[in-house]
T-cell receptor, first 113, second 112 residues
Framework: NAGVTQTPKFQVLKTGQSMTLQCAQD?????MSWYRQDPGMGLRLIHY???????DQGEVPNGYNVSRSTTEDFPLRLLSAAPSQTSVYFC????????????FGPGTRLLVL | DQQVKQNSPSLSVQEGRISILNCDYT??????FLWYKKYPAEGPTFLIS?????DKNEDGRFTVFLNKSAKHLSLHIVPSQPGDSAVYFC???????????FGQGTELSVKP
């Protein structure tokens, strides 16, 4: 039982490049979410999903796309990276809604030059 | 506009004493509150939560207090241990909006 896994651990991108941050969970959780953590800002919700095929925007969705084709996977796509997207990204999953305990992955540190 | 605020970026406490971490919120629609703990280079882990219909919830050394009239919650850790040294985030939810809002975090350092 690996819990929530994220790849890569660290990535450097040039402005304008695209990439996908991978997130997978093996707990059969319905809810999955993406957050970014920035100094002095705490964690901010980017996108979330309440089940396969269903996604919704969080607090800071601009510049990011998501899809949820399976229960296990919830990738986050940056279509055209910008320096403002330099951050640490966390994926989380939970059995039910946000009141339920969320299990976070170890994070992906992204640097956009 | 920060709806959930942790105004103390850091807190230092002696081992065995009480740690009190504070959190203020502005949205009266929030109906559920949580605390998460985060060690460096790891993801946050759930610590304790409280519904807006309660004013206190206790779990071992950790107690969360909610004062709805003041829009304030606090996390008490008694007694504090060096292993409690971490960043603590409070978070709030309002069900109708389906969103989860985190505060900026407070870094707790418990000194032996």
């Amino acid at each position: 039982n690996a819990g929530v896994t994220q790849t890569p651990k660290f990535q450097v991108l040039k402005t304008g490049q695209s990439m996908t941050l991978q997130c997978a969970q093996d707990m059969n959780h319905e809810y999955m979410s993406w957050y970014r953590q920035d100094p002095g800002m705490g964690l901010r919700l980017i996108h979330y999903s309440v089940g396969a095929g269903i996604t919704d925007q969080g607090e800071v969705p601009n510049g990011y796309n998501v899809s949820r084709s399976t229960t296990e996977d919830f990738p986050l796509r940056l279509l055209s990276a910008a320096p403002s997207q330099t951050s640490v990204y966390f994926c989380a999953s939970s059995y039910g809604a946000f009141q339920e305990t969320q299990y976070f992955g170890p994070g992906t540190r992204l640097l956009v030059l | 506009d920060q709806q959930v605020k942790q105004n103390s970026p850091s807190l230092s406490v002696q081992e065995g004493r009480i740690s009190i971490l504070n959190c203020d919120y502005t949205n009266s629609m929030f109906d559920y509150f949580l605390w998460y703990k985060k060690y460096p280079a790891e993801g946050p882990t759930f610590l304790i939560s409280i519904s807006s219909i309660k004013d206190k919830n206790e779990d071992g050394r950790f107690t969360v207090f909610l004062n709805k009239s003041a829009k304030h919650l606090s996390l008490h850790i008694v007694p504090s241990q060096p292993g409690d040294s971490a960043v603590y985030f409070c978070a709030a939810i309002y069900n109708q909006g389906g969103k989860l809002i985190f505060g900026q975090g407070t870094e707790l350092s418990v000194k032996p």
